[in-house]
Each structure stands twice: as C-alpha cells, then as structure tokens.
C-alpha cells in the first residue's frame, strides 16, 4: 500500500481538508502519487509569476489561502525517474482517477467541493483545448 513521504505530508498539512480527503482517497485505492506543493507564500508565489510559471501574482492564486485551495501533485512510479513530468498518459490517469474519486466522495456528502485540473480549466472533459496547460495543478471549485 503506498503512503506520503515527509515531503508529501508536509504538503498535504496545509491543504484544505476536502483536497486533503481526495488525495488519502486515492492513495488508499493504491495510486501511488506525490504531493509537490500547497500553500504558497508571497515571495514564491510571485517567483513563480515572473518565471512564467504561474499566470497569478499573489494572492491571486488558490495556492495563496491558508488553508490551501490548491495542490500540485504527480504520479509516482517505482522506477526511475520517479515523477516524470513528461509522461502524459500517467499525468492524464492521475488526473482522471483523482477527479473520479472527487465527484464520488462530493456525491457522497463527504466533501463540499469538486476539483478542476490545470490540464481542463473548463471542466468539459475535452483536453485537446489549446489554453494554458499546468498539469500537476488541481484546485477546488463549488457546483
């Protein structure tokens, strides 16, 4: 059974608690992943803005709210390398499996939120769209 390292945990301590239920959810169901970042304080934030690897100064990110409304997370694979950031049928099943379980768990009442992937902005399951693309990013949004 996978389980976060340090790193992951460290991260998963600052998401907000419905981010936090969706992701212990899909590593309970066996789909071994990481936990990259969460909260983002000023000075990342708009490190990231300027390096073109956001879209959003702070505190105009979901990464910006303490706790966090969003989380950047990746496949992890028992080979090296272990986050392959350019192996996208991973990144793709990630992401679907990670968006199923929301939807499931929201259905359920367990959490008041679903999740938007940096992959599908619109949330119309169509990813052939030629917006900006931030694939380890998933955020919360309300229905």
Known sequence: ??????????????????LQV???AVLTLGFDHSLIEGHRDEETQNFY??????KL?????K???LPSLAVDAMPWHNSLPHIDWDHFPSI?????VVRGVAAMLY??????????WGGDWD??????????????????YQP
């Open 92 to 96: 793709f099943h990630f992401a679907g």
């Open 49 to 54: 803005y300027d390096q073109g690897k956001s």
């Open 123 to 140: 949330r119309d399951f169509d990813v052939r769209e030629k917006q900006w693309d931030d694939l380890p990013h998933f955020e919360l």
């Open 107 to 116: 259905s359920e009442g367990k959490i008041t939120h679903l999740i938007r």
């Open 57 to 61: 100064r702070f505190p105009e990110s």
């Open 22 to 24: 969706v992701f212990q």
């Open 1 to 18: 059974m996978p389980s976060y390292g340090k790193r992951s945990r460290k991260v998963l301590a600052t998401l907000h608690p419905d």
């Open 63 to 65: 990464h910006n709210q």
